[in-house]
């Protein structure tokens, strides 16, 4: 293939450099269009065909169901790394070294304390506002509380945002959960791992001991890892996006858990419970919800299928399922659920609608079966996705600002009225 794209418009014939990733990806840098072509741009809703960025963290493949973190593959990480060892792989690039780990780990120790101040924001909540809307809100007040912005020439100032937030980042977390349940605030233990920490602060009673459950640990690690990164995606991009205005690493990763929040996004997780719990309220009838999800007049659609990039299995389901069946066996819960999800997607893989359409389970499919198991409420499952998603944001936000990236800021083609004169109150 030539290393050149040709396009015409009327007469003219203007030629584009084609980019190429590490994968054989190819992209037509369009830079120069607007400037060679006299304002012509592209539009594309959706940025279906557009690249945002030249990334070196992720990669994914959905028409063969492939996804890796810096070139390891997400089966390898998901069985062999636990989820401190992946957020720095993620952010720094490279699998750490036990010392480097070790250090990584005792500064976000260092870090792991929230200002005591921040308890008056959460008590100004109501109990029943959204855990989404909670965390966004405590992330952005973070920023009152550490006002100094970040150096990106400097790593070591890098270095401090990014084990700050992943530091205070779970106490925001476990603090959603306990206020919605009217426990007292925890900050957890130096003495405990990242994820065995997780667990004490949402779960510890007041007056009791908190027994980790090394089936639980390895659950959650095992989440947390498949939720890391997962390139260009919606709040991805909004952390990046914000992030190229230079707006602090704490604000941009809080327009990025509103992003996330969405049940399009994130918030699938969420709406597959709820969806998987109506069906059996209903008698289990999956068949009916089948014929709702194909039915263009109703809006219904079968949450947890269907992916922008995947057009294959996603891979992060297939180890989801398996680690579904082993979580619930292993605690010995049955769940109902998880019969009516199995019996949906062997009927949506045999449905031609979805095949037709490429619609394959994705990784909030069966997700929320394990947390509910783990004994995570339903509107904490998005919160869930959120802290496994911190790494993925960080190592983009601090790529994005290391290369140096513009501020990004699209066109559109304006479609409104062309001018027009004022009209007076009296006389419209
Ligand atoms: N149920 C029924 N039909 C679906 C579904 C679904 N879950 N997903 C897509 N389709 C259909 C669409 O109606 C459309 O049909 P048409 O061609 O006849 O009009 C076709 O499949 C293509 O769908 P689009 O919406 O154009 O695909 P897009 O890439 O824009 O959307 C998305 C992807 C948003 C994930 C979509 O599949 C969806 O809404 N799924 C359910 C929500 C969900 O699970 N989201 C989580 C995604 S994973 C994540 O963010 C972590």
């Known amino acids: ?90 952010i720094f690039g490279e699998l750490p ?16 304390i929230v200002d005591d101040d921040i308890k008056k924001i959460i008590d100004a909540f109501p109990k029943n506002a959204h855990p989404m809307g909670v965390l966004s809100s405590l992330t952005s007040a973070l920023t009152a509380f550490n006002p100094s912005s970040v150096n990106v020439d400097s790593e070591e100032d890098m270095y401090k945002a990014i084990v700050k937030i992943m530091g205070k980042f779970p106490v925001l977390v476990a603090w959603t959960l306990r206020k919605k349940q009217g426990l007292p605030l925890h900050y957890g233990s130096r003495k405990l791992g990242y994820v065995e920490n997780i667990l004490t602060m949402m779960f510890q009673k007041p007056n009791d001991e908190y027994d980790l459950n090394p089936i639980m640990i390895n659950a959650l690690d095992k989440l947390l890892i498949l939720h890391a ?35 399009l996004h994130g918030g699938a997780n969420q709406a597959v419970l709820e969806m998987l719990e109506a069906i059996k309220e209903d008698g289990g009838d999956t068949k009916k919800y089948m014929g709702k999800a194909k039915d263009k007049e109703d809006p219904f659609r079968l949450m947890g299928f269907g992916h922008r990039v995947y057009k294959n299995f996603d891979p992060r389901a297939k180890i989801i399922k398996k680690a579904a069946d082993e979580v619930l066996g292993d605690l010995g819960v049955e769940d109902p659920i998880l019969d009516v999800a199995k019996g949906l997607e062997r009927e949506a893989l045999e449905d031609q609608y979805f095949v037709d359409r490429k619609l394959y389970p994705n990784v909030d499919f069966y997700s929320g079966i394990i947390y509910r198991a783990m004994g995570i409420p339903v509107e904490m499952f998005t919160v869930m996705f959120a802290l496994g998603r911190l790494p993925g944001w960080i190592a983009q936000w601090r790529e994005m600002r290391l290369r140096k990236e513009p501020i990004g800021r699209p066109r559109q083609v304006y479609v409104g009225e062309n001018l027009r004169e004022f009209v007076e109150i009296d006389k419209r």
């Open 97 to 112: 070294t036990k010392e480097q780990l070790d250090k990584f780990y005792a500064d976000i120790l260092d870090e792991a």
């Open 229 to 263: 990164d997962h390139e260009q995606n919606c709040s991805t991009s909004t952390v990046r996006i914000v992030g190229s205005s230079h707006a602090g690493l704490f604000a941009s990763l809080s327009a990025g858990i509103s992003a996330l929040w969405g049940p």
């Open 1 to 90: 293939m030539s290393d050149i794209a040709k396009l015409q418009i009327g007469e003219k014939t203007y030629e584009f450099p084609l980019v190429k990733g590490t994968e054989n990806e190819t992209a037509i840098d369009i830079k120069a269009l607007r400037g060679a072509t006299d304002g012509v741009i592209t539009i594309d809703p959706g940025y279906k065909n557009t690249g945002s960025c030249q990334s070196a963290i992720t990669f994914l493949d959905g028409e063969q169901g492939i996804l890796r973190y810096r070139g390891y593959s997400i089966e390898e990480l998901a069985e062999k790394a636990d989820f401190l060892e992946v957020a720095y792989l993620l």
